[in-house]
């Protein structure tokens, strides 16, 4: 069965970076995309951006330009999310979410990850 | 960036009862791109509706979503004790972001 495995909860200082894995299994990881959905308390679910897996095309967030970086490991059927610059208003649980759609992205969210908490915290 | 609302916030109803949640958009949403999404405490969210109409795997037809251009429907028919959590809707397919609404709560009267 499709799962997606995501890194332990993360405790940084302001300033710092993050960077949260995604492992997948159960498919064929080169086919589809992978999105990063974040949740902070209180607040409604956010998409951050994705990568075609297939070549490495990312997209982001305007909101979150320069700010974060989505990358993968074919060989490892893993995807990467590192968030930079880290501040109390990243403190969230981060979701990597894979996309139905095949060799194009469809861009709703099949399956979810089991989420990773993050903490930005002086 | 299209801006989803939800309401009501709240929504208190007994098993058996029929749950009706409503997602408004900001400007109308390409090709019926909206999908809807149930999350349980300490849980991710898991696909209910895709498509504005479309059932995800396993979902019962109990559960269904309907609407088009700006106003859109969750429609639970008749709630089972497991159904009681919180729901999201979110639009796709367009020009990035893909956003969320802000959830409807719904509880055990």
């Known amino acids: 069965q499709v799962q997606l495995v995501q890194s332990g909860a993360e405790v940084r200082k302001p300033g710092a970076s993050v960077k949260v894995s995604c492992k997948a299994s159960?498919?064929?990881?080169?086919?589809?995309?992978i999105h990063w959905v974040r949740q902070a308390p209180g607040q409604r679910l956010e998409w951050m951006g994705w990568?075609?897996?297939?070549?490495?095309?990312?997209k982001y967030s305007q909101k979150f330009q320069g700010k974060v970086t989505i990358a993968r490991d074919t060989s490892a059927s893993t995807a990467y999310m590192e968030l930079s610059s880290l501040t109390s208003e990243d403190t969230a649980v981060y979701f990597c979410v894979k996309d139905p759609g095949g060799s194009s992205s469809w861009e709703y969210f099949d399956y979810w990850g089991q989420g990773t908490l993050v903490t930005v915290s002086s | 960036e299209i801006v989803l609302t939800q309401s009501p916030g709240t929504l208190s109803l007994s098993p058996g009862e029929r749950a009706t949640l409503s997602c408004r958009a900001s400007q109308s949403v390409s090709n019926s791109y909206l999908a809807w999404y149930q999350q349980k405490p300490g849980q991710a969210p898991r696909l209910l509706i895709y498509g504005v109409s479309s059932r995800a795997t396993g979902i019962p037809d109990r559960i269904s979503g309907s609407g088009s251009g700006t106003d859109f429907t969750l429609t639970i028919s008749r709630l089972e004790p497991e159904d009681f959590a919180v729901y999201y809707c979110q639009q796709y397919g367009g020009s990035p972001p893909y956003t969320f609404g802000q959830g409807t709560k719904l509880e055990i009267k």
């Open positions: 159960g498919y064929t990881f080169t086919n589809y995309a």
């Open positions: 990568i075609k897996v297939a070549n490495g095309n990312t």
